[in-house]
């Protein structure tokens, strides 16, 4: 087989994989079902335009040459969907580092791993890239229906944002290995994606709060000083914006370099690629030494179940980076609040329904892991205790960990305002109650690692969760402002919680 | 230590997934005996063995162990026993050291009692070199015996294995024979399904070969060898023709 042959009959078995993979990931991994995934990929693709509209729909007869606050505004999103993008490249490059699924079997192989890993990471900008055009096709959709054609052009612009951030992030990842070594990236590398995808909106979110007293990110970016600050509407930094508004020249520009810069990365670090995955390898099945057993000695035995959770959660420091995002958005209301004891400003509101919403997404995610991510499910059943018993002792990790984390900032929260913190309490207590009640009603045997995965067990536990979430924020949120309309969205979000309950499996 | 009661008494087990995988089997196993079940692939031990170890509710049948029923007391009858898989079940984050204490600790063990045992398994286990490192670098083989060293750790009566050599080397093997033969010798009941013929010949004191969900023939070597008038085969040469009779008659 020559070399083309063998690139290209890699690459269908890359995009074949990746094909059943997401086919897998979208039907749960249930045959027959790929009609009901099909309909239900289009009616949210349909649904989605309406956000799109609202969102976006207003700004589609934006018309070239725009001033600087506009050039700020598009400029701004551009560079959070590329550091989103750049987030999901780094993931997905360490996976392929870490996942040692079939890299035996291709360096066993006689093909020339060169060839191999320049496909690996074309595919890794394929992905990339085929993801964030699915997700912006309903915002293209929408500007090229109110304000023409020229609108076409944000799909170039979203190939040059998928492509480079690709190229950053193996870059990013292979130059981790080099400066810091195979044991501490993946652990840096997953911390990096978390704070990249959430950095930039917190950043913006921590910047209004220090200069306008407010959350929204807008304020800084529509600010007279952020337009006194950057460069004229003719600098190069404009580009991207002015390729998304249907301006050929910096559309093929930006095109032409982002796939450049591709390349330049596929020659440079596709040798190094097969290195660093053999690294990654080998340090997979060293071992770590851990600390001296005194963590199990006394107390009963659901206490050697908590702690058995508490030791695992501690010790895993990719579940800790997977969690980090939820978290990383508690750090502006926790600014605002700070913020809010010098003045008393309206905007501490706010607060409530972020922390609600944290608290529900992640209870959700560690009822998950104590629940259903039970490693030895089968110790634990012929452990002499009762199966509710175990169960209770597994809430309990939760509430405790969710205690532990949100306590503080209500306790902070009553020293401004005793009624919200109330209120914020409540809110806390019941969105991690309804999020652990559906992890509870859903709960499948898995292994802890497959936690990214955890949504494919389940739709309607995903769903129902999130609505969970925002339904009992937006109550939260409400009931400090308009206390009837709380009383509405907290009946609808107790049917949704109630719904779901009727809706999961029966267990005899 | 003998006692009166039976380790295992069984009757009318029964459970169906779209097919009958147990067929109202009956099956007793004494205390301090060492009792192999061997059968073809889908005969119906693992079902079988996970019912007793209360892993799956059977459809129908009961389940005694040292006399106590494991259907409507499931909690004591789980204190008495131990349940290892062939596919090792254990926590990649704690040390092997710290996984025998989490056991203890869930069988409510004083750790007075499990640390010094904890690690005089694990020793004769010849894990000793790697007590305090985490489990998340260890072999398959390593694994089978960290989880084996976990369900002894709370000394139970009776002992379940369900293909504990799958995947050790020569050494390790021996070593897990050793224990199970001490264990024995101590007193206590080991059930182990094996496909290793040879394992099941020189351990067991008695073997049962289960096919269908049925068991066909039960004894010790020389009792099987009796029934079926063979008079100095091994166990493997019994073991196929059993299975082909059962096959033809099926």
Request: aromatic share 6%; glycine share 8%; proline share 4%.
């Amino acid at each position: 087989m020559s070399a083309a042959t063998t690139l290209s009959w890699f690459a269908r078995h890359e995009l074949k994989l990746a094909w059943r993979e997401w086919l897998a990931m979208m039907t749960g991994g249930r045959r027959g079902r790929k009609r009901a995934a099909a309909i239900g990929l289009v009616a949210f693709a349909a649904l989605m335009h309406l956000p799109a509209y609202a969102v976006i729909g207003r700004f589609a007869n934006l018309q070239p040459p725009l001033d600087k606050t506009s050039l700020i505004v598009l400029t701004s999103t551009i560079l959070l969907a590329w550091a989103l993008m750049l987030s999901q490249a780094i993931e997905s490059v360490t996976r392929v580092f870490y996942a040692r699924a079939d890299l035996d079997l291709i360096m066993s192989s006689p093909a020339k791993l060169t060839n191999i890993f320049s496909v690996r990471i074309a595919a890794i900008a394929v992905m990339v890239t085929g993801m964030a055009l699915l997700f912006s096709t309903p915002f293209v959709d929408v500007l090229v229906l109110n304000g023409g054609a020229r609108w076409l052009a944000g799909f170039g612009v979203v190939v040059v944002i998928g492509s480079s951030a690709a190229a950053f992030a193996i870059a990013i990842t292979i130059l981790l290995f080099r400066l810091i070594g195979p044991a501490r990236t993946r652990l840096i590398a997953q911390i990096l994606a978390a704070i990249i995808g959430a950095g930039f909106v917190i950043a913006l979110q921590i910047a209004a709060i220090l200069s306008y007293g407010t959350l929204s990110r807008f304020a800084v970016l529509t600010s007279d000083a952020a337009a006194a600050f950057v460069p004229d509407a003719d600098s190069l930094i404009w580009w991207p914006a002015r390729a998304a508004l249907g301006d050929i020249q910096p559309l093929l520009f930006l095109l032409s370099a982002s796939l450049v810069l591709l390349g330049c990365v596929m020659a440079i670090f596709s040798p190094r690629f097969a290195d660093t995955a053999i690294v990654a390898s080998a340090q997979a099945i060293t071992s770590r030494r851990g600390s001296r057993a005194l963590a199990f000695r006394g107390g009963s035995r659901q206490q050697a179940l908590r702690r058995k959770e508490f030791l695992l959660l501690k010790r895993d420091p990719w579940l800790i980076s997977q969690t980090l995002m939820q978290l990383l958005y508690l750090v502006p209301p926790a600014l605002l609040l700070w913020r809010s004891f010098s003045d008393s400003s309206a905007a501490i509101v706010l607060i409530t329904p972020v922390v609600v919403m944290a608290a529900g997404q992640l209870s959700g995610g560690l009822a998950w892991l104590t629940i259903s991510g039970e490693d030895a499910a089968d110790l634990v059943a012929t452990a002499p205790l009762s199966p509710s018993a175990v169960l209770r002792a597994k809430i309990e990790v939760v509430l405790i960990v969710i205690g532990a984390i949100f306590a503080p900032l209500i306790v902070a929260l009553a020293l401004a305002s005793p009624l919200q913190a109330a209120v914020t309490a409540c809110g806390v207590t019941i969105g991690a109650a309804s999020a652990t009640a559906i992890q509870l009603w859903f709960r499948v045997q898995a292994r802890r690692s497959q936690f990214r995965r955890r949504q494919t067990s389940s739709r309607l536990a995903t769903f129902a969760e999130a609505f969970s979430s925002i339904g009992w924020a937006a109550t939260s949120a409400l009931a400090l402002s308009l206390p009837a309309g709380a009383a509405v969205s907290g009946l609808i979000t107790a049917a949704i919680v109630a719904a779901t309950w009727k809706l999961s499996p029966r267990r005899g | 230590m003998k006692s009166e009661q039976p380790a295992l008494h069984v009757q009318g087990l029964t459970k169906r997934f779209d097919r009958p995988a147990v067929d109202a089997l009956d099956l007793t196993v004494h205390a301090g005996e060492f009792y192999a079940l061997v059968g073809p692939n889908g005969a119906g031990k693992t079902t079988t063995l996970r019912m007793v170890a209360g892993l799956l509710r059977p459809d129908a049948g009961s389940v005694a162990i040292f006399g106590v029923d494991a259907l409507r007391d499931p909690i004591a009858a789980k204190q008495i026993m131990a349940w290892v898989c062939d596919e090792p079940m254990i926590y990649d984050k704690l040390t092997p050291l710290e996984y025998l204490e989490f056991v203890a600790g869930l069988w409510g063990v004083d750790p007075r009692v499990s640390t010094p045992a904890a690690r005089d398994l694990l020793a004769s286990l010849g894990l000793e070199p790697h007590l305090n490192e985490r489990c998340e670098g260890f072999s398959k083989g390593m694994r089978q015996k960290v989880a084996l060293a976990g369900a002894l750790v709370h000394d139970p009566r009776l002992i379940i294995l369900d293909e504990p050599l799958t995947g050790l080397d020569a050494v390790s093997a021996r070593h897990v024979k050793g224990l199970l033969g001490e264990r024995v010798r101590a007193g206590d009941t080991v059930i182990m399904t094996t496909h290793i013929l040879e394992v099941a010949e020189r351990m067991a004191d008695r073997i049962g070969v289960i096919a269908a969900g049925r068991l066909v023939a039960e004894g010790t070597l020389a009792e099987l060898r009796a029934q079926n008038g063979h008079g100095n085969t091994s166990l493997e040469d019994l073991f196929i023709a059993l299975v082909d009779v059962e096959a033809e008659a099926a």
